[in-house]
């Protein structure tokens, strides 16, 4: 059972609402959060409301079966607080409440969550800083965007520096709580089978995707001028791209992976001046049909008169430019608007160097090592058997299926809280990873700025722009999703 107190900033916010309350709400009625924990949501001005009818509401919302008369929702209504406060002003009385409350018990970590834009995480960490609110037993997360591009995330970098220790930062990306991300690391370092064929002698190519069948859910005001590239493949994509493609570490600790991680991000090959018109998708969703229904597009959704050069689909190839990897290409794609909502890694072998038989090779499909994060999370491997049905000499494709899930498992934000309150980085992004990672994007940027590419539509409930499916025919290969 985990005791902490944590302080959510932008407590009343979107991110809160939708993620982290219907998280710990989970956790304590699993009897995974210790009842006497404390959970504070900062909001500008006192709600008009009590807290219990607003979590109500705010559960409810979110698909929780509950409602006020709800004896487990009381219970946790009660450990929570809403506190008025002003995040620019730090002689604001909410502090000093704050922090009065937070000092009357001291057997548990502070966790300030920092669920608010990056332009206010500087004065909420100077305030901390000024309220003695950053002593050894207090950690800081700080939740994406880091930043818009290089310059600022190195800038709140070192304004969080200046209050908080590297290792008291937290640098939150879901991802890397998602069940089936943690079992790619058990399967990849624990199996002998696995290592031996992760190479470029074996592996032909992979694929990384995230679909999403939404649009900009309500959070538009955040999306625009920031676009896919900054919101999905600077940090998702990029970090599954590491742990795919990272060298096994000395130890499972957070050190030792991340070193791994950064080598990854360090051997990226950068995107020229050729490759961002070949190598470099960028496209925007117009009007369409998503699950038979007819949606707007992006800019009709923004309620935007003229064009916008906010990307809402990329799709990239690139190369780990190493010993294992040289030649393998790494095909990154991820859009809104899509037909489907799916998160998915796709590992190609290469094929059989020689068929023994002419049946045998008109069938022969490659193996696919397939790690599946979401809808449910799922681990495949397909391969080649022999169709009985169809006479001797024919093949099947089959799929060897590890069902990992897990009814109890904990959802990615609940798992990232308990390793913050327990002080355990290795699920979290380092500091420099997060600015080379930044280094690399705005190598696309620049280019997309200098050449003036703007996005290229695709309708909505398609599968991306056709020079998508165009960059990975060019290489005789195809985007894969089966369900
Ligand atoms: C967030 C992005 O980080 O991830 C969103 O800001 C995106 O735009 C979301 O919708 C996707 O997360 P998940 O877990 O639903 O795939």
Request: hydrophobic share 40%; net charge negative.
């Amino acid at each position: 059972m985990h005791l902490f107190d944590l302080v959510i900033y932008g407590g009343t916010g979107d991110l809160s609402r939708k993620k982290l309350l219907p998280a710990l709400y989970a956790g304590f009625v699993s009897g995974r959060v210790d009842p006497v924990s404390r959970i504070f949501l900062t909001t500008r001005s006192a709600p008009d409301e009590d807290v219990l009818p607003w979590l109500a509401d705010v559960l409810a919302a979110n698909g929780d079966d509950v409602s006020a008369d709800d004896q487990k929702l009381q219970q946790f209504a009660a450990m929570v607080s809403i506190v008025p406060l002003s995040l620019t002003d730090k002689e604001d009385d909410g502090w000093k409440w704050l922090v009065e409350t937070l000092q009357s018990c001291a057997d548990r970590p502070i966790i300030h969550f920092l669920a608010i834009p990056p332009s206010v995480f500087t004065s909420v960490c100077a305030a901390l800083s000024h309220h003695q609110l950053n002593t050894d037993r207090c950690r800081i997360v700080l939740e994406k965007p880091l930043g818009h591009d290089l310059a600022s995330a190195r800038e709140i970098n070192a304004d969080v520096a200046c209050h908080f220790d590297e290792s008291q930062t937290f640098r939150i990306d879901h991802y890397l709580g998602k069940e089936a991300v943690q079992n790619l690391l058990a399967l990849r370092f624990s199996n002998i089978l696995f290592e031996r064929l992760w190479n470029n002698q074996t592996i032909d190519h992979v694929q990384i995707s995230i679909a999403e069948d939404l649009g900009l859910a309500g959070r538009g005001g955040y999306y625009e001028g920031v676009g896919a590239l900054r919101d999905m493949v600077q940090n998702h994509l990029l970090q599954l791209l590491c742990l795919v493609a990272m060298e096994p570490p000395a130890r499972m600790d957070a050190e030792s992976i991340r070193e791994e991680k950064l080598k990854v991000l360090k051997s990226l090959s950068n995107i020229t001046n050729e490759t961002i018109k070949t190598d470099v998708v960028r496209g925007q969703y117009s009007a369409g049909t998503v699950a038979g229904q007819q949606v707007d597009g992006y800019c009709e959704d923004m309620n935007l008169d003229g064009n916008s050069n906010t990307e809402t689909y990329v799709a990239i190839k690139t190369f780990v430019e190493n010993w294992r990897w040289a030649g393998v290409p790494f095909y990154l794609r991820t859009g809104k608007r899509l037909p489907d909502r799916f998160a998915e890694i796709m590992i190609q072998f290469k094929d059989v160097p020689h068929s023994s038989s002419p049946d045998w090779q008109y069938h022969n499909r490659p193996n696919r090592f397939i790690i599946r994060l979401q809808p449910v999370d799922h681990l495949a491997l397909r391969m080649m058997v022999k169709n009985s049905a169809e006479g001797q000499a024919d093949l099947k494709e089959v799929e060897l299926n590890l069902d990992v899930s897990d009814p109890n498992r904990l959802g990615p934000y609940l798992r990232l809280i308990f390793a913050v309150a327990e002080g355990d980085q290795s699920l979290f992004v380092h500091r420099e990873e997060v600015e080379y990672a930044w280094r690399w994007v705005d190598g696309i940027i620049s280019k997309w700025d200098y050449f003036n590419i703007t996005p290229v539509e695709y309708p909505a409930g398609s599968w991306g722009p056709y020079e998508a499916h165009d960059l990975l025919r060019s290489d005789g290969r195809a985007w894969f999703h089966e369900k």
